[in-house]
């Protein structure tokens, strides 16, 4: 049996990558660092994912295990060793932590095997390469070598799935929809068996229309959500004034891909449709503080508001929804969030013009560096007064 190494067994991970590898015919071995969950993988013979509103089914998932990165990073490395496939769901961040046991495996991989077919499914532009080059670092002198060991290829992944119900065990509930992008340059003709992902010479396209109109959306609906007050994201779209926010934001959005990458208008319209109605389904019990945590990262240079606004900006096109986003980004205040914690203090402490080129990497001479610069200081004189 073809084996998968996934780093990241947590919902994402188990509900979506995970779960596609298993209909692929591979055996999956999940890595992570969470003491409790490999032990409940582990227990386990069999999880459930079960799909959430219209259309859902339910999928059995059998033939895993799961290691513990942690301690044993040393069988970890055994098995991305003589694995077909790794992926990885860890967040973009956490991608330098992963490479040195990367590293390892690919020092102890017959230089005579298959590459290994290396793919991060982050919510994030070019995670795959980000990968790579920490894999690169790790190795050190030998990165030649061992690179030649595998083959690096970024994706696009999309599939919501929701804060877990905490007696939920190793069952996740996702919804229905999902898409995985996978750029097929690296592999050579040898491609991965994952059914459902579809195959593209040119993943920037997919990734932005993704980043830029689901994580975009999905953001923009938790902070006017967390403005109104209301706790759940499906609810906060059944409010017309939110509703009206984000189609805008989205619609600036749709027309910087226009823009960049040609796409059609008339296509992109029905995408930001089936995406909103995929937010309301109120069978995806989800809510604001969960979708809004991290803002800082959400406010980042290339993130979902800031990166598709600069864009806009430096075409000349309207950025006035986006930058309504960005303001409600700013007051999210979130006491369990270690961002948001960081966030208010920021904004209480440092001086406009540096918090905006501290958090949004924005020069002061970028068109849209003004707008963001207003924002703060809207945001700074109502917490001062």
Same mark, same amino acid.
């Given at each position: 049996?073809?084996?998968?190494?996934?780093?990241?067994?947590?919902?994402?991970?188990?509900?979506?990558?995970?779960?596609?590898?298993?209909?692929?015919?591979?055996?999956?071995?999940?890595?992570?660092?969470?003491?409790? @969950?490999? =032990?409940?993988?582990?227990?386990?013979?069999?999880?459930?994912?079960?799909?959430?509103?219209?259309?859902?089914?339910?999928?059995?998932?059998?033939?895993?295990?799961?290691?513990?990165?942690?301690?044993?990073?040393?069988?970890?490395?055994?098995?991305?060793?003589?694995?077909?496939?790794?992926?990885?769901?860890?967040?973009?961040?956490?991608?330098?932590?992963?490479? !040195?046991?990367?590293?390892?495996?690919?020092?102890?991989?017959?230089?005579?095997?298959?590459?290994?077919?290396?793919?991060?499914?982050?919510?994030?532009?070019?995670?795959? =390469?980000?990968?790579?080059?920490?894999?690169?670092?790790?190795? &050190?002198?030998?990165?030649?070598?061992?690179?030649?060991?595998?083959?690096?290829?970024?994706?696009? $992944?999309?599939?919501?799935? !929701?804060?877990?119900?905490?007696?939920?065990?190793?069952?996740?509930? $996702?919804?229905?929809?999902?898409?995985?992008?996978?750029?097929?340059?690296?592999?050579?003709?040898?491609?991965?068996?994952? +059914?459902?992902?579809?195959?593209?010479?040119?993943?920037? +396209?997919?990734?932005?229309?993704?980043?830029?109109?689901?994580?975009?959306?999905?953001? /923009?609906?938790?902070?006017?959500?967390?403005?109104?007050?209301?706790?759940?994201?499906?609810?906060?779209?059944?409010?017309?004034?939110?509703?009206?926010?984000?189609?805008?934001?989205?619609?600036?959005?749709?027309?910087?891909?226009?823009?960049?990458?040609?796409?059609?208008?008339? =296509?992109?319209?029905?995408?930001?449709?089936?995406?909103?109605?995929?937010?309301?389904?109120?069978? @995806?019990?989800?809510?604001? %503080?969960?979708?809004?945590?991290?803002?800082?990262?959400?406010?980042?240079?290339?993130?979902?508001?800031? &990166? !598709? /606004?600069?864009?806009?900006?430096?075409?000349?096109?309207?950025?006035? #929804?986006?930058?309504?986003?960005?303001?409600? /980004?700013?007051?999210?205040?979130?006491?369990?969030?270690?961002?948001?914690?960081?966030? %208010?203090?920021?904004?209480?402490?440092?001086?406009? #013009?540096?918090?905006?080129?501290?958090?949004?990497?924005?020069?002061?001479?970028?068109?849209?560096?003004?707008?963001?610069?207003?924002?703060?200081?809207?945001? %700074?004189? /109502?917490?001062? #007064?």
């Amino acid at each position: 049996m073809k084996k998968a190494v996934h780093f990241g067994a947590g919902n994402i991970g188990r509900g979506f990558v995970g779960l596609l590898l298993h209909e692929g015919g591979y055996e999956v071995v999940f890595s992570d660092v969470a003491d409790a @969950l490999v =032990d409940a993988i582990d227990a386990v013979d069999s999880y459930t994912v079960h799909e959430a509103g219209p259309g859902g089914v339910d999928h059995v998932v059998t033939g895993f295990r799961a290691v513990n990165s942690r301690t044993d990073p040393d069988a970890v490395a055994d098995e991305v060793a003589s694995a077909d496939v790794v992926t990885t769901a860890v967040g973009p961040t956490v991608l330098r932590f992963v490479a !040195p046991t990367i590293v390892e495996g690919l020092r102890r991989r017959s230089p005579d095997a298959a590459p290994l077919q290396v793919m991060a499914c982050e919510n994030a532009i070019g995670a795959t =390469d980000t990968l790579r080059t920490e894999v690169e670092k790790a190795a &050190g002198a030998d990165a030649g070598d061992l690179l030649s060991r595998a083959v690096f290829a970024n994706t696009a $992944v999309d599939r919501i799935v !929701p804060g877990q119900p905490a007696d939920g065990g190793v069952d996740v509930t $996702v919804e229905p929809y999902f898409e995985w992008a996978i750029e097929t340059g690296a592999f050579g003709g040898t491609l991965p068996t994952i +059914p459902g992902a579809h195959f593209v010479d040119d993943l920037a +396209p997919y990734i932005e229309r993704k980043l830029f109109t689901v994580n975009t959306g999905h953001a /923009a609906t938790a902070y006017f959500g967390a403005r109104a007050g209301i706790e759940r994201i499906s609810d906060a779209l059944d409010d017309p004034e939110i509703a009206a926010r984000v189609s805008a934001a989205l619609e600036e959005t749709s027309a910087v891909l226009v823009a960049q990458h040609g796409l059609d208008p008339t =296509d992109l319209a029905d995408y930001r449709a089936t995406i909103l109605e995929r937010f309301r389904n109120p069978a @995806l019990v989800d809510t604001v %503080q969960r979708v809004g945590r991290q803002p800082l990262r959400k406010i980042s240079r290339n993130e979902r508001f800031i &990166g !598709p /606004a600069a864009m806009a900006a430096e075409r000349g096109l309207s950025t006035t #929804a986006l930058v309504g986003a960005v303001t409600a /980004a700013l007051e999210f205040d979130e006491a369990d969030d270690e961002q948001a914690v960081e966030l %208010q203090h920021l904004l209480r402490t440092e001086d406009a #013009a540096a918090f905006t080129t501290r958090t949004t990497g924005l020069a002061p001479e970028h068109p849209l560096f003004p707008a963001i610069h207003d924002a703060v200081v809207s945001r %700074q004189t /109502a917490l001062r #007064a």
